[in-house]
């Protein structure tokens, strides 16, 4: 009898499974992150005595915008769709008789007939298709339990001190590599793997990079409250961090951040300010209206001393006296810094710029990517070449001094049929392909 029924349960289950199955998928919410494939039937379908994980040779799979699908067959991955739309499974090792040759079909049915009654009627093969959410993966909230240190730094005023800040906001991730994703992560899961699963071990991971992240913004001499402006670099440098943990270990990657204010503690900010008003004093100007305003409210208080307005001046004019300077030698002071810093950046003008040097809207001659005065990143280079003065120019000579553009930035081009030499600032005398010379009219850059 158990013969009997393997051999009925294998010529069932064979024919059953001839049937060209469609796999589709709807649309993913945020918090699925893969969910595996079944066939779509109707209540008019006869498709209905299949096996689940069973994929008919020539069946249909359609990819919405935002999934990715992979075939996987005895547990290994064995085909990817990545491009949205609709794809014939013309490799699987379970024969239909309504694809291909019909006789072939036939034959082949009959084998596997053979091979699943040696397997007491069933199948002995597993094929599934699992569809991944490739959309961005939003509203992953964050928030440090703890303050993560930062320094501030400001070289104008020798500003180096280490703070506490705090930092909340929301990130988005997405599945980058699916296939990663499934091998080290995902596996054969029997219907779908939500977000949950790892949205705290994902969140632990991010805290942990959110620190050394923020060291780098630190060193770019970016003050606390100017972090939001600078998600992008902070996204980078966080991803940076991740680079094993989630690209190469799970094949995600952080898409963007949300930050909310950054605070401080009270102290903190106390130091940082004091700090600055310091470094304001250092300002000879500055340090002399200080002065000013601080002799004018001494002069309030003398006129109305208890003891009379003599002796309140008179207690006044000892005071500045001990003090050992006047707010008249604070200006004179201001005015020598005024010439000594405008002969400086007229040295500056003519001295030659360093390489990779730009000039700020601000006025200020830099080299990293961010303004050392007003923190405004490195403008976008634009087409052109640019002039010993940093002015970045398209013609022949530069629109501010008239200089011209340097030999070496000369790019070559054929005006009559576009071939581009392989070095194109040493092109031959005659172009290859038409035999044109190259001469002036033949410079592009």
Request: net charge negative; aromatic share 8%; proline share 5%.
């Given at each position: 009898?158990?013969?009997?029924?393997?051999?009925?349960?294998?010529?069932?289950g064979?024919?059953?499974?001839q049937?060209?199955?469609?796999?589709?998928?709807?649309?993913?919410p945020?918090?699925?992150?893969?969910?595996?494939?079944?066939?779509?039937?109707?209540?008019?379908?006869?498709?209905t005595?299949?096996?689940?994980?069973?994929i008919?040779?020539?069946?249909?799979?359609?990819?919405a915008d935002g999934?990715?699908?992979?075939?996987?067959?005895?547990?290994?991955?064995?085909?990817?769709?990545?491009?949205?739309?609709?794809y014939?499974?013309?490799?699987?090792?379970?024969?239909?008789?309504?694809?291909?040759g019909?006789?072939e079909?036939?034959?082949?049915?009959?084998?596997?007939?053979?091979?699943?009654?040696?397997?007491?009627?069933?199948?002995?093969?597993?094929?599934r298709?699992?569809?991944?959410n490739?959309k961005?993966?939003i509203?992953n909230?964050f928030?440090t339990?703890?303050?993560?240190?930062?320094?501030?730094?400001?070289?104008?005023?020798n500003?180096?001190?280490?703070?506490?800040?705090?930092?909340?906001?929301?990130?988005?991730f997405?599945?980058?590599?699916?296939?990663?994703?499934?091998?080290k992560l995902?596996?054969?899961?029997?219907?779908?793997?939500?977000?949950?699963?790892?949205?705290g071990?994902?969140?632990?991971?991010?805290i942990?990079?959110?620190?050394?992240?923020?060291?780098?913004?630190s060193?770019?001499?970016i003050?606390?409250?100017?972090?939001?402006t600078?998600?992008?670099?902070?996204?980078?440098?966080?991803?940076?961090?991740?680079e094993?943990?989630?690209?190469?270990?799970?094949g995600l990657k952080?898409?963007?951040?949300a930050m909310?204010?950054?605070?401080?503690?009270?102290?903190?900010e106390?130091?940082?300010k004091q700090?600055?008003?310091a470094?304001?004093?250092m300002?000879?100007?500055?340090?002399?209206?200080a002065?000013?305003?601080?002799?004018?409210?001494?002069?309030?208080?003398a006129?109305?001393?208890?003891n009379?307005?003599?002796?309140g001046?008179?207690?006044?004019?000892m005071?500045?006296?001990?003090?050992g300077?006047?707010?008249?030698?604070?200006?004179?002071?201001?005015?020598?810094?005024?010439?000594?810093?405008?002969?400086q950046?007229a040295?500056q003008?003519?001295?030659?710029?360093?390489?990779?040097?730009?000039?700020?809207?601000?006025?200020?001659q830099?080299?990293?990517?961010f303004?050392?005065?007003?923190?405004?990143?490195?403008?976008?280079?634009?087409?052109?070449?640019?002039?010993s003065?940093?002015?970045?120019?398209?013609?022949?000579?530069c629109?501010?001094?008239?200089?011209p553009k340097?030999?070496?930035?000369?790019?070559?081009?054929c005006?009559?049929?576009?071939w581009?030499?392989?070095?194109?600032?040493?092109?031959p005398k005659?172009?290859?392909?038409?035999?044109d010379?190259?001469?002036?009219?033949?410079?592009?850059?």
């Amino acid at each position: 009898m158990g013969l009997i029924k393997a051999a009925l349960g294998a010529a069932g289950g064979a024919l059953a499974d001839q049937w060209l199955e469609f796999f589709y998928c709807e649309s993913l919410p945020n918090d699925v992150l893969l969910k595996k494939g079944q066939h779509q039937t109707s209540k008019r379908s006869s498709n209905t005595h299949g096996n689940d994980n069973i994929i008919s040779n020539g069946s249909g799979i359609a990819v919405a915008d935002g999934q990715c699908a992979i075939i996987v067959e005895q547990g290994q991955v064995v085909d990817i769709c990545a491009v949205p739309g609709e794809y014939t499974y013309d490799t699987s090792t379970e024969p239909s008789i309504f694809y291909g040759g019909l006789g072939e079909g036939i034959l082949n049915t009959f084998k596997t007939i053979g091979k699943r009654f040696k397997y007491g009627g069933d199948t002995g093969k597993d094929q599934r298709i699992y569809y991944f959410n490739t959309k961005e993966i939003i509203d992953n909230k964050f928030g440090t339990p703890n303050p993560i240190p930062f320094r501030v730094v400001d070289s104008k005023i020798n500003l180096d001190i280490d703070v506490s800040v705090r930092c909340s906001g929301s990130y988005s991730f997405v599945v980058a590599d699916p296939i990663l994703f499934y091998t080290k992560l995902a596996g054969n899961v029997h219907d779908e793997y939500s977000k949950s699963e790892l949205e705290g071990q994902l969140k632990a991971e991010f805290i942990s990079a959110l620190a050394p992240a923020v060291a780098t913004l630190s060193a770019l001499e970016i003050r606390p409250n100017q972090i939001q402006t600078h998600v992008n670099e902070l996204r980078d440098a966080i991803n940076k961090e991740l680079e094993v943990t989630w690209f190469q270990n799970r094949g995600l990657k952080v898409q963007s951040i949300a930050m909310n204010p950054i605070t401080l503690p009270k102290e903190d900010e106390d130091l940082i300010k004091q700090a600055q008003r310091a470094g304001m004093y250092m300002n000879a100007n500055m340090a002399g209206a200080a002065l000013v305003d601080a002799q004018a409210e001494a002069m309030k208080t003398a006129a109305g001393n208890p003891n009379g307005a003599m002796m309140g001046f008179m207690g006044m004019g000892m005071a500045q006296q001990a003090g050992g300077i006047n707010a008249q030698q604070m200006f004179a002071m201001g005015q020598q810094q005024q010439q000594m810093q405008a002969q400086q950046q007229a040295a500056q003008q003519q001295a030659a710029p360093a390489a990779g040097a730009w000039t700020c809207s601000c006025g200020t001659q830099a080299t990293g990517k961010f303004c050392p005065n007003c923190g405004s990143p490195k403008p976008a280079a634009a087409d052109g070449w640019t002039c010993s003065c940093g002015t970045v120019n398209k013609g022949k000579f530069c629109s501010n001094c008239g200089s011209p553009k340097p030999a070496g930035a000369l790019l070559y081009k054929c005006d009559k049929c576009g071939w581009e030499p392989e070095d194109p600032k040493n092109p031959p005398k005659f172009c290859p392909q038409c035999g044109d010379p190259f001469n002036e009219n033949d410079i592009v850059k």
